[in-house]
């Protein structure tokens, strides 16, 4: 085997994905399931952002056991208190629904001082880091404006693909990309991993990236379409095969990337980058087993007539860049 | 074949060497500095005096300095090597300077003056990356407009009995109408008339004795922005007055503010200090400045007045019966008046109206009052406990001549337009239009800050290295091609944000590492398409220009849907989202060129000119 050039799949690979769809299919939808099963059942455990709460952050000069400052807090007043460590081990994560009838302001100054009073001993000098109030009115805003950015997502990308391509490629690739952002947002409900507005903003990206796998591929269908004199299972095969090579390159590099943000970016960014790091290896899947296979199904199956050549499209074609 | 035109190199050049230029600032550490400027303009003087002032109360202190100079919009800044001596020198200075300067924490940027002269300046960071306070207040509308209308009905209860209309009720329905119940003897086109001068904005329906005033959609709007835009003033007002470098006070929607105060770590404080209340005053003038000099020099006051002071500190002697009190003023717009000269328009209550007609009637010719109570909270050290104590301060803020008989509207003439501008101001920041509550409050502390830019510049860095990494070995000089391509677009994108003053916060940082995500798609896809054409047997220079045009249409295709993702984040987001938003959206667009235009230009430069290429290293 040569050395050079480098490869990391084989050039002429031929696997007969077609051959494959319908177990591809059930296995993605079963995953499906399982995440809204998932969803329905567990729900998501939602961060500050979306509840409100209080949120207080400490540097100790001495660990302590994190039992004890439950107790206290309970103590205080504050029944459901999570106290987690971060860090180091000398730091803790505390969070805290207001005590009852603590308003805004006075909410934030009384659990920094319950905190305090919770955690800190004769010896054992503590530091407020982060100190963070949220409005329960705020977080159901930011959940409502989370949903309508996501409807606008998808009528933008079905337009888009449906004036771009056709509007079978603009169905399944919509329903792909959903596919993956219901995946990683189960797997948030499964782990019961912290649901914050910055997994927000990366399960959106993860739409982006996953649209533009499902797209490179539908791009090459199209061309193949056009070119090849085949039915269109070979043509959707051939597409997916010739292909590959990049979508695997492009989510490794990808990948990379963003686990690197994960593994030094710190724990604000840690939600962000494991729903990216998901929904990469997730997308990546899906645009190779999931896309195509929809497009032989039902209303769905393509024929060469749907992407022969019209008039508007050559001209459109011309002045691509 | 592989050609490329020579005045597209130009234009790459071009751009890599804005690029640098405007990505340089970033470069630049920021000074911790303390700056110094006037409490109020035009009474205090910042000079070289009192740069020297500063440097000696330093320098016996003990607490090094890097410079103490006299800086652009004549602040005085105060330039020291780090935090915690920062700290240490603004508690030295903020007792020892008084009230009459503003002592502020700020970071002093060092960028070299060439390139600011060019309007290069480095991204504002957010302050999860340097600390501070974040405040969302919710501005109660109903209570403001219920305010509001609850004066209108006062209003027209005046009107009807200055005009001699008899009435059996005046009440509000709901937040649509007011309904007046006319008396069986009243003339109904009298008050109708009265009611049209006194409200024009206000539509009219007489039924029988019945006459509704229907309040319309634009005027209840019109009350919640007016609300909602006195309180932002009042809050300005307030913050400018404890000495933040450079506050962020904004309205969002239309019923929330939100307050960033970078390097502020006192929350306790700020919050006092915004919930502050102030209050006005309208007072009698007893005699004129020279008789107050007088007073004040002869310790001799007369018995019914009050020696106050105006901005300038000179005593004026004010009567000590309180005639209008602030909860009486309705509103303040400035304007001009008959002859367009810049004036203050100012609306009392009914209650006010009437006193102040009562006053006028007999004072014509004398001089009125008007004088700024505020109320502000204090923390003292008293034998090592924290006492919290009040402070009132009052000052007189205009002092005009009563020209005619009036009631509750009238104007203040004989000011500059400034004048005006800032008297309207200073009346309507008495106190607050509606009531507001914290909504959202979020403290980072400085240690936090810091750290947070450390591990966002480590992440983006080892991104990189993973990324370039792999490329430089799976693709050999094509790897390369493509690494120059890479950082040319952190370079874009650096430079981009810095240009349009985008916020770097540490969702930001996430936004540049996907940002190499993308363009790696980019290059992967062209990379791809060369060695496929390679393998079709296609000769070298022809496969890497098929390349190119093969999968531009592509990477076109699948930026564009990318970019939908990051334009929806940007549109339904708030703060640092839309900052992660606004680097996502800005990566797609650099990487697009970067990969299709500056690589291919690279690409050219290389094995473009070779007559007899037999392979290439990709």
């Known amino acids: 085997m040569k050395i050079f050039p480098l490869t990391l799949l084989p050039n002429d690979a031929n696997v007969n994905f077609m051959k494959l769809r319908w177990v591809s299919i059930a296995v993605a939808a079963l995953i499906m399931f399982v995440a809204i099963g998932a969803m329905v059942t567990r729900n998501f455990n939602y961060a500050l952002d979306f509840t409100g709460g209080n949120l207080v952050e400490v540097h100790l000069a001495k660990p302590v056991g994190l039992d004890t400052v439950r107790e206290r807090l309970a103590a205080d007043g504050y029944d459901s208190a999570q106290v987690q460590t971060y860090g180091s081990g000398n730091e803790l994560l505390i969070r805290l629904q207001p005590r009852e009838g603590d308003s805004g302001s006075a909410a934030t100054a009384h659990a920094a001082e319950a905190v305090m009073k919770a955690v800190s001993g004769a010896d054992n000098q503590a530091k407020i880091l982060r100190n963070e109030f949220v409005g329960p009115q705020v977080g159901r805003e930011l959940a409502l404006n989370g949903l309508y950015a996501l409807l606008f997502v998808v009528v933008g990308f079905l337009i888009y693909i449906a004036f771009r391509f056709e509007w079978k490629f603009a169905v399944a690739a919509i329903i792909t990309t959903l596919h993956d952002v219901i995946v990683v947002a189960g797997w948030f409900a499964i782990s019961g991993h912290e649901f914050d507005l910055t997994v927000l903003a990366g399960i959106l990206s993860v739409m982006g990236y996953s649209i533009n796998d499902t797209i490179v591929v539908f791009d090459r269908v199209r061309e193949n379409f056009r070119s090849m004199r085949a039915d269109p299972e070979t043509v959707l095969n051939k597409?997916?095969?010739?292909?590959?090579?990049?979508t695997v390159i492009t989510s490794f590099v990808a990948f990379l990337t963003v686990f690197a943000l994960y593994l030094y970016g710190g724990g604000s960014l840690r939600g962000m980058a494991e729903s990216q790091m998901i929904g990469i290896i997730i997308g990546t899947l899906s645009s190779i087993f999931v896309a195509c296979p929809l497009l032989t199904l039902g209303l769905l199956k393509v024929s060469k007539q749907d992407l022969l050549p019209k008039a508007k499209d050559e001209a459109a074609l011309a002045r691509r860049p | 074949m592989l050609t490329f035109a020579r005045w597209k190199y130009f234009a790459i050049l071009v751009v890599l060497v804005v690029s640098v230029l405007y990505a340089l600032p970033n470069a630049y550490p920021q000074d911790p500095s303390v700056q110094i400027s006037a409490a109020r303009s035009g009474?205090?003087?910042?000079?070289?005096a009192l740069a020297k002032r500063a440097a000696d109360l330093l320098a016996q202190a003990k607490i090094p300095t890097k410079s103490v100079q006299v800086e652009d919009q004549g602040n005085l800044m105060v330039r020291l090597n780090d935090t915690e001596q920062q700290t240490r020198a603004a508690d030295l200075l903020r007792p020892q300077l008084g009230s009459d300067y503003v002592v502020a924490l700020?970071?002093?940027?060092?960028?070299?003056?060439?390139?600011?002269?060019?309007?290069?300046k480095p991204m504002p960071r957010g302050l999860d990356l340097q600390g501070g306070v974040h405040f969302v207040m919710q501005v109660d509308q109903a209570a403001a407009l219920n305010k509001r209308l609850e004066a209108y009905v006062e209003d027209v209860r005046a009107t009807l009995r200055d005009s001699a209309v008899p009435y059996t009720s005046v009440v509000r329905r709901g937040n649509e109408a007011i309904v007046a119940t006319l008396a069986g003897n009243a003339d109904a086109d009298k008050a109708q008339k009265q009611l049209r001068t006194a409200f024009p904005t206000l539509t009219q329906d007489l039924e029988g004795r019945t006459l509704t005033l229907n309040i319309p959609q634009s005027e209840l709007q019109r009350i919640s922005l007016d609300a909602i835009e006195q309180n932002l003033t009042t809050l300005r007002n307030r913050i400018n007055a404890f000495g933040v470098a450079e506050p962020v006070i904004q309205r969002q929607g239309t019923d929330r503010v939100v307050i960033q105060l970078p390097g502020l770590q006192d929350t306790a404080e700020a919050k006092r200090q915004i919930g502050a209340t102030a209050t006005l005053e309208f007072r009698a003038v007893v005699g004129d400045e020279a008789a107050a000099a007088a007073a004040v020099r002869d310790r001799n006051v007369p018995p019914e007045a009050r020696v106050y002071y105006n901005e300038a500190k000179q005593p004026l002697l004010l009567s000590k019966r309180l005639l209008v009190s602030g909860d009486q003023l309705v509103n303040a717009i400035p304007g001009n008046d008959q002859q367009g000269q810049p004036s203050v328009s100012i609306t009392l209550n009914a209650i006010g109206g009437q006193r102040m007609l009562n006053h006028t009637l007999e004072n014509v010719g004398k001089r009125l009052g008007i004088v700024y109570v505020e109320q502000i909270p204090v923390t003292e050290i008293v034998d090592g406990k924290e006492v919290r104590t009040t402070r009132t301060e009052e000052r007189v803020i205009s002092s005009s001549r009563i020209q005619g008989v009036?009631?509750?509207?009238?104007?203040?003439?004989?000011?500059?337009?400034?004048?005006?501008?800032?008297?309207?101001?200073?009346l309507k920041s008495g106190a607050l239009a509606a009531p507001m509550t914290f909504v959202e409050e979020r403290v980072v502390g400085p240690s936090l800050g810091a750290d947070n830019v450390k591990r966002g510049t480590t992440a983006v860095l080892y991104s990189f290295v993973f990324a370039l990494t792999f490329f430089l070995i799976y693709y050999r000089m094509f790897g390369l091609i493509t690494c120059l391509a890479l950082l040319l677009n952190l370079l874009m994108v650096v430079a981009l944000m810095s240009m349009i003053g985008a916020t770097m916060s540490l969702p930001g940082f996430a936004g540049l590492a996907l940002s190499v995500g993308m363009s790696v798609d980019a290059n992967v896809l062209i990379n791809e398409r060369i060695r496929e054409e390679l393998r079709a047997g296609v000769p070298p220079q022809a496969a890497i220009a098929s390349g190119y045009d093969k999968a531009s249409g592509t990477i076109f295709d699948s930026n564009m849907t990318a970019l939908l993702a990051g334009l929806a984040l940007l549109a339904f987001g708030t703060g640092p989202l839309q900052g992660?938003?606004?680097?996502?959206?800005?990566?797609?667009?650099?990487?697009?060129?970067?990969?299709?235009?500056v690589s291919r230009g690279i690409a050219t430069l290389i094995y473009g000119n070779r007559r007899k290429l037999k392979s290439i290293a990709i």
């Open chain 2, 43 to 48: 009474s205090t003087q910042i000079d070289a």
């Open chain 1, 239 to 246: 597409s997916i095969n010739q292909t590959l090579s990049r």
């Open chain 2, 406 to 426: 009036f009631g509750k509207d009238f104007q203040t003439t004989g000011l500059s337009r400034d004048e005006a501008n800032s008297l309207a101001k200073q």
């Open chain 2, 580 to 597: 992660f938003a606004m680097t996502m959206i800005i990566g797609i667009l650099t990487s697009v060129f970067t990969a299709v235009t």
């Open chain 2, 106 to 120: 700020s970071l002093a940027p060092t960028v070299p003056g060439w390139l600011e002269a060019l309007g290069a």
